[in-house]
């Protein structure tokens, strides 16, 4: 994911009169949960509290107060047919000018919040990696693709963090807690050994290998001649994108891929006790 930190700095720097709009109370179903901020400005804005009709009505809101010189406002707005939104629920919306103080408390919650996503190491930068990792650059995760081959990594975007290394596997060992691991280079024989590395780390909630099940199947015989303790090996996603379509084209490979990481970190953070309630989950949902 692209930095926030950066995102908000440029943002504050840009948008001097800047109004800071937060979902103070949520009751029922919303897009967004509570404490949910967005910037306004003049011209531009950073985050959302969840979009349609509400976002629309707090934007209009927030650049009447930047107009008419107003310091702040709070609306009580329930989501339903009134506003032209089909929620169900009710929220509370605080809209503040964005002091100098506010501004310094915004931007270090922005960096905390980009610190502590969670990392995934891409191994392998050939077709499905590359797509892999333009998929993940958009999503809340720190990511890093890994390659012994230069000339494969010079052909990622730039913006997406990149490191060609010898040993590859010896970065799986140094990864922080909670990494996430995707295997996918252009041999085997490494393939095997990040993975050993990978399945060694209890605290991985996502390890997955591209591959068949001939793939699985060889590594699986491998990995046991090896010491390998079953229970980690069946912790082993491969192939990776298991949703059954059967299609081979690398981004659509990658997308599912993509899907399938993001699960497994959401239910690892739920069995943590970091998950959104049911209630969030299903505004999400649209339930």
Known sequence: ????????????????????????????????????????????????????????????????????????EAMDVPLGPEIGQCCGGRVGVSLAYADADRRAELAALVADEDAALPHVFIFGAGHVGRALAQILSILPVQLEVIDTRREELELLPAEIASRAVAMPEAVVRSAPVGSSFVILTHDHALDFLIAQEALARA?????????????????????????????????LVLPIGQIGLGDKRPAVIAALAAAEIMVHIGSREAIAGQARTPEQLGAVIGR
Request: net charge positive; proline share 3%.
């Open 1 to 72: 994911m692209s930095s926030r930190r950066a995102e908000i700095a440029a943002f504050l720097s840009a948008e001097p009169d800047a109004i800071v709009c937060e979902l103070t109370s949520v009751r029922g179903s919303s897009p967004r949960e509570q404490g949910t901020f967005m910037l306004v400005g003049r011209s531009a804005l950073f985050g959302t509290i969840g979009g349609g009709a509400l976002e629309y009505m707090v934007i209009e809101h927030a650049r009447r107060l930047i107009a008419n010189g107003q310091a702040e």
């Open 203 to 235: 605290d991985a909630p996502y390890v997955g290998m591209v591959g068949s099940l001939t793939k699985r199947a060889k590594f699986s015989s491998w990995y046991r001649a090896e010491g390998g303790d079953a229970k980690a090996l069946a912790r």
